[in-house]
């Protein structure tokens, strides 16, 4: 009988210490991708890849802008054209209608040779949004488990090996959040280059009435683009605090399932982001 006690003591011990495993790594884990996650996000599309970024910038000064410049000159003929029909075939027209004009043709120029300062902009500001809220994400998710440890003792060892089979499938889940993460972050940068490297071609509409819509559009995306990283930050901050409180779910099983649950909203979340953002900027 000894002997018996002593191997099922071995197997407790050996169980136990493989849970608290799971879960100690778990939040090794997920401090690290919080972090990495707060540090991908805060930063522009040019520090995140310059390699890439450069690419970008060369294909659209050498293929998009020439078409945006042609853009472009239809645009301000047009306005012309349309101002002249508006003042009577120029029998109202003012001196002002055409300095008007010209202030117009100027500002459209400047905004076409400096399309990027533009895009760099509102990356910018919104870099200086996510890392002013960084404060709030700061990789240090501390949870007691000494409670879990004092409730594990007292469980027989065929209950603890199922504890010990949900926590592997908690380990499992922490590594989905990892591939999750990583799909929306990169998701996220690849949509963010497609959508400068096209820059020039709306920002050439924005100086006229009826096509500037095209233009205004584009900025609206650019904003949802730039402030979705705010939204990744606040998902993970939410996330990181309710994991805090696991300890006081009600046991060691609900907790193990509780914190699944809250894994899997926190995937479906991240990858709602994008539209989410959308949705807020119109």
């Known amino acids: 009988m000894d002997f018996l006690k002593t191997i099922t003591d071995w197997i407790k011990e050996a169980l136990i210490g493989g849970i608290m495993s ?74 002002f209608d055409i300095f008007k004009w010209i202030l117009k043709t100027f500002v459209a120029v400047m905004i076409l040779t400096h399309t990027f300062d533009i895009v760099m902009a509102v990356f910018e500001l919104a870099q200086h949004v996510v890392n002013s809220s960084g404060q709030y994400v700061n990789g240090n998710i501390n949870v007691d ?15 603890l090996l199922g504890l010990y089979l949900e926590s592997a499938i908690l380990s499992l889940a922490m590594k989905a959040i990892s591939i999750c993460i990583f799909i929306v972050m990169y998701g996220r940068m690849l949509e963010i280059y497609l959508t400068v490297s096209i820059a020039p071609i709306p920002l050439a509409t924005m100086v006229n009435k009826e096509w500037g819509q095209t233009g205004q559009k584009y900025l609206k995306g650019l904003f949802a683009l730039a402030f979705q990283g705010f939204l990744i930050i606040v998902c993970v901050a939410v996330y990181a605090a309710l994991l805090v409180g696991i300890v006081d779910s009600g046991g060691v099983q609900s907790a193990i399932w509780t914190c699944i649950g809250y894994t899997v909203l926190l995937c ?3 990858f709602k982001t994008g539209s989410l953002s959308k949705s807020l900027f119109s």
Not at 39 to 68: C, H, R, Y
Not at 148 to 154: R, V
């Open 145 to 159: 488990l000494s409670q879990f440890e004092d409730t594990l003792q007292a469980m027989e060892w065929y209950v």
């Open 22 to 95: 799971n879960f100690q790594g778990m939040f090794d884990e997920v401090n690290t991708k919080v972090v990495q996650l707060a540090d991908q996000v805060g930063e522009t599309p040019q520090s995140w890849n310059a390699g890439v970024f450069n690419m970008v910038k060369g294909l659209s000064d050498t293929v998009i802008i020439p078409i945006a410049g042609i853009i472009l000159t239809f645009v301000v003929c047009y306005e012309l054209i349309q101002m002249i029909i508006d003042r009577n075939n120029m029998h109202n027209l003012d001196t």
């Open 268 to 270: 479906f979340t991240l």
